[in-house]
């Protein structure tokens, strides 16, 4: 069996369910391969994994991968998981925050992972950047449990489901637009890996892709195998409504029989607002930061 890391860049959880399906079931052990799903508070970022991981690879946001390529680090987006950004501002119903246009003046608290695509659809919407008081902070449901900010960054999945848990009803307010879109959850490897590895990346990734499948058509079963991979971590109760979320986003208007696949205008356009919001330094061709050569192998072309 050939061992092989998928660095994670979030805990174990529903948000996950096709991998933990996949590991499970046994999928990655058909087509040869020994796969440790790992995540760890370590402190260093996703894409370092990945690049000093060897024989890997891992998932991400889109624009932390395009940030990453664009400051000169070798690495391809291969497919995504989740078509759909599930990037939400969380507010309290009597917040008074009803949408983007009531973020003048407010307390917003982002992640590492979100403040950028948060300052770019600001942009897009006419708002002016500095009228928002916005702070990068570390994940803690406290920082709008306790009225630390009026807003904070989530994924409308899991941690709304924990805040419901804790008495607190909330609403939440997409961050995009028409004209930046993203990809979550990107599968992405090293230009290294690519070039040493493509029959493992390529088993990999169509492994990964028919245990979401397969998950997606078996939630109940789906949610436990997810709370027994996570250990104390997680519960079957909690995932099983975060799983219930997911079709929506890993089918988008491709269908599950298209899993992963991406779009290549979608691609570009996000690119063409990402340098125009200063988020790149430059116009980022989609060749740049997307290898398709496994989507193409899996499903005999590269576009949705």
Known sequence: MQRFTFYLDWVISGQFA??????????????????????AHDGLAIVDKVLAGG???GSSEDNLIVSA????????????????????????RHSGIHALTDLPSRRVAMHADGIRILEAVLQLEGIDRTSVDITEVAFDLENLAQDRFDAVQGYAMAEPIELAHMGIDVQLIPVRHRRLHPYAQVFFASGECIRRAPAILHSF???????????MSNLDEAASLVARQAGGAADYATERQVVATMPTYVAGTNGLELFGMMDMERWAQNLESYARHGMTPRQMTVAEVVD????????????A
């Open 18 to 39: 096709g991998l933990c399906w996949a590991q499970a079931k046994g999928l990655y052990a058909q087509v040869g391969l020994d796969v440790d799903l790992h995540f």
């Open 205 to 215: 990734l169509d492994a990964s892709f028919a245990g979401w499948r397969q998950a």
């Open 69 to 92: 390529v664009a400051e000169g680090k070798e690495l391809k987006a291969l497919g995504v998981m989740l078509q759909q950004s599930p990037l939400v501002l969380m507010t309290k």
């Open 55 to 57: 024989l890997c690879a």
């Open 292 to 303: 398709d050569q496994f989507l193409k192998a899996i499903y005999g072309t590269g576009d």
